[in-house]
């Protein structure tokens, strides 16, 4: 079964470039949630998107935006990039808001 | 959004049954009971969803008291390829709020001892 892509899997960016993560929900699932997680840390909530309209978010720093495409796929766009944003970084899928979501294999990206 | 609270860790041994419980004091009508497994390095997977009584599925039974202030997931018979952290989670999934928004607390490390 198709499960949730994200791409690349690894990334290396010094600090004060920009990074874009990408992420392709399982077909036909209408929700796209974006998480960070720092090296023993819990997930933390960035962003997420129904129906191509942003749906609600957390603490996404302003150097960071996403989108939804009309194809469902989302993008984080990453600027500035600093020591601290590195992390593994999840993106997840579902059918609805807020039902069984399906997490993708991550990104993680180290800025140097 | 309702906060969870969850024990950090817990330890157990192969075979056991193994029991996590959540606190959810503040949780809304709408919301509904979801935990997730992790793994180092890998995304969190679902196990298992409810919003009342008891729910089963093939690796593990969820249950919820009436007045949802609380929940345990349960485990049957681990083996050490439970070991990992697990997360209990609430939210709206009935669209009324229109908000997707799945916020992870501090989850309960898992240590399955042979």
């Known amino acids: 079964a198709a499960g949730v892509i994200q791409s690349p899997r690894h990334l290396i960016k010094e600090k004060r470039e920009t990074a874009t993560l990408k992420c392709y929900p399982i077909?036909?699932?209408?929700?796209v949630y974006w998480y960070q997680q720092g090296p023993g840390q819990d997930p933390q909530f960035l962003i997420s998107?129904?129906?191509?309209?942003?749906?609600d978010k957390g603490s996404i720093p302003d150097r960071f935006s996403a989108q939804q495409f009309s194809d469902y796929h989302s993008e984080l766009n990453m600027s500035s990039l600093e020591l601290g944003d590195s992390a593994l970084y999840f993106c997840?899928?579902?059918?609805?808001?807020?039902?069984?979501?399906?997490f993708g294999q991550g990104t993680r990206l180290t800025v140097v | 959004l309702a906060k969870t609270t969850q024990p950090i860790s817990m330890d157990s041994y192969e075979g056991q049954e193994v029991n996590i419980t959540c606190s959810h004091n503040?949780?809304?009508?709408?919301?509904?009971i979801t935990w997730y497994q992790q793994f180092p390095s890998q995304g969190p997977r679902f196990i298992i969803q409810?919003?009342?009584t008891k729910v089963t599925n093939e690796v593990a039974s969820l249950f919820i008291p009436a007045d949802r202030k609380s929940s345990t997931l349960s485990l049957p018979r681990v083996s050490l390829s439970d070991t990992a952290v697990y997360y209990c989670?609430?939210?709206?999934?009935?669209?009324?709020?229109?908000?997707?928004?799945?916020?992870f607390g501090q989850g309960t490390t898992l240590q399955v001892k042979p």
């Open positions: 997840a899928s579902s059918l609805l808001l807020n039902t069984e979501a399906f």
């Open positions: 077909p036909r699932h209408d929700t």
């Open positions: 998107f129904y129906e191509k309209m942003q749906s």
């Open positions: 503040n949780i809304a009508t709408n919301d509904y």
């Open positions: 409810g919003y009342k």
């Open positions: 989670l609430v939210g709206d999934r009935t669209g009324s709020s229109n908000t997707g928004k799945l916020i």
